[in-house]
């Protein structure tokens, strides 16, 4: 048989370089066994509807069974002759069966069945990465609860500003795998259309029943309009932009851990794991594994522009460009699915540096913030206060004075609210203790974080 499902319209052939060009099987022979799932529910559809003999289509799912179990055994080779898995399947189905694998194609195009495929593939990963996800959120709140006693100084600007809970911080990233969640979730109820049995493009005048081949494949709907269903790859683009923003999550999360682990932060150690050295300078521990997470996110948004400037301006309906949808789809599903199982191994492998970290909180202008509270709880004006504070510590700075050093009186020459309990305030342990909104960094509000967390992720 040919290695192509068309050509007796031809006389010539495709050139050398036109079938290395075009053909495909060297990526999308991912969609195999996906190819061989569809199949099996198109064929009993064709029985059931009296389309194709019934006996043909348990043939054909026999055989599909057999591919199947050969693809997952990793058995089956595709042949590179092939113009793209979905003719190899039948190629090799007609092998196996013989002349009743030529009744699987009917009422049905490669145009939904790429498709199709794509979507199921897409759905079995999002399922992967929905779990993935889970079991990084998981190792972070696991980590913040055993640390969560522990004071750190937090950041804006890089600039230090005030001191916050080791744990609170960890429950950021928690918060915001929790929206990749949510994207990923979304892009996959979005994905589980039926787009098979649009055909080519207008649907089929053979008594198909779509509904069938949805529930079969466990697919939450049947497309609604066969032109959609061929030229629609909006999905790809919203699986690869959640990853993209995921991807954007990750380079925080590591870039906020590679300056940590510096000799000049010092808060964190990360296990050797992760960790390569230095050929030259034998005292050198890189954090690698961090820097090539952060390095490799480089390419979702670049897959993604791909696959946006790929969709762009496309005619209806489907045109072979689209099949440019996969390597940069594979490539972003697959590594994204990567670099989540990896971040989640680190988290479990991070040691705090609790002494360093005592020493690094001891600054008393982490508690401006406080102390301007303190007069605003009394009654001074806000910006009054911030005046105030803003005196007191430019003072302190230009004589290298502390404010704990100042007593009452000295105290009162910038404002006479001030009482001997304002001293009380410059603990980085108060400063966490005394915040009262709902969110901030208050032990106990972080410890029922926590709690909620856990039970989420169970
Ligand atoms: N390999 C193609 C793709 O991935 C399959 C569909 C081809 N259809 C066609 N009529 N040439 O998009």
């Given at each position: 048989m040919a290695s192509r499902l068309w050509g007796s319209r031809f006389t010539g052939k495709l050139s050398k370089l036109s079938e290395k060009f075009t053909y495909s099987t060297a990526y999308d022979a991912k969609l195999a066994r996906y190819d061989c799932v569809a199949g099996m529910a198109h064929a009993q559809m064709l029985g059931e509807q009296g389309i194709i003999p019934k006996k043909d289509a348990s043939a054909i799912t026999g055989g599909l069974k057999a591919l199947l179990k050969m693809i997952n055994d990793g058995k089956y080779v595709c042949d590179p002759a092939s113009e793209d898995i979905h003719t190899d399947i039948q190629i090799q189905l007609r092998k196996l069966i013989g002349q009743p694998a030529d009744k699987l194609h009917t009422a049905r195009s490669r145009n939904d069945q790429v498709v199709t495929d794509v979507r199921l593939y897409c759905m079995d990963h999002m399922d992967h990465i929905l779990v993935l996800v889970r079991k990084l959120q998981g190792a972070i709140v696991t980590f913040a609860d055993k640390n969560h006693d522990v004071i750190i100084p937090a950041y804006t600007h890089l600039q230090s500003a005030q001191v916050v809970l080791l744990a609170h911080h960890m429950l950021a990233y928690v918060e915001m795998l929790e929206r990749d969640r949510g994207r990923f979730g979304d892009a996959r109820t979005r994905t589980s259309?039926?787009?098979?049995?649009?055909c080519a493009l207008s649907?089929?005048?053979?008594?198909?029943?779509?509904d069938y081949v949805t529930a079969k494949l466990g697919f939450l709907k049947t497309s609604a309009n066969s032109i959609d269903s061929v030229s629609d790859r909006d999905f790809v683009i919203e699986i690869m932009s959640a990853a993209a923003i995921t991807g954007m999550h990750l380079t925080r999360m590591c870039e906020d851990l590679i300056l940590w682990v510096t000799s000049e932060f010092n808060f964190i150690t990360i296990s050797d794991e992760f960790c390569t050295g230095s050929s030259i300078m034998p005292h050198k521990k890189n954090p690698d594994v961090l820097e090539l997470v952060r390095g490799t996110a480089s390419k979702f948004p670049g897959r993604l522009v791909e696959a946006l400037v790929l969709m762009k301006a496309l005619p209806m309906t489907y045109n072979r460009d689209m099949q440019m949808d996969k390597p940069g789809l594979f490539d972003t599903v697959e590594t994204i699915e990567d670099m989540l199982k990896i971040m989640a191994d680190v988290f479990a492998g991070i040691k705090v540096n609790k002494e360093v970290l005592k020493e690094r909180v001891k600054s008393e202008y982490f508690f401006s913030v406080d102390i301007l509270d303190y007069l605003v709880k009394k009654g001074v004006s806000y910006r009054d206060a911030h005046n105030t504070v803003g005196v007191m510590v430019k003072e302190c700075l230009d004589h290298g004075r502390?404010?704990?050093?100042?007593?009452v009186g000295q105290l009162k020459k910038y404002s006479?609210?001030?009482?001997?309990?304002?001293?009380?305030?410059?603990k980085p342990d108060v400063s966490v203790k005394i915040k009262k909104s709902l969110g901030s960094t208050n032990p106990d509000m972080v410890r029922a974080q926590i709690r909620l967390w856990k039970k989420r992720i169970q």
């Open positions: 259309v039926n787009t098979l049995g649009a649907g089929t005048s053979l008594p198909t029943d779509r502390k404010i704990s050093d100042m007593n006479m609210q001030f009482e001997d309990d304002m001293r009380n305030l410059l």
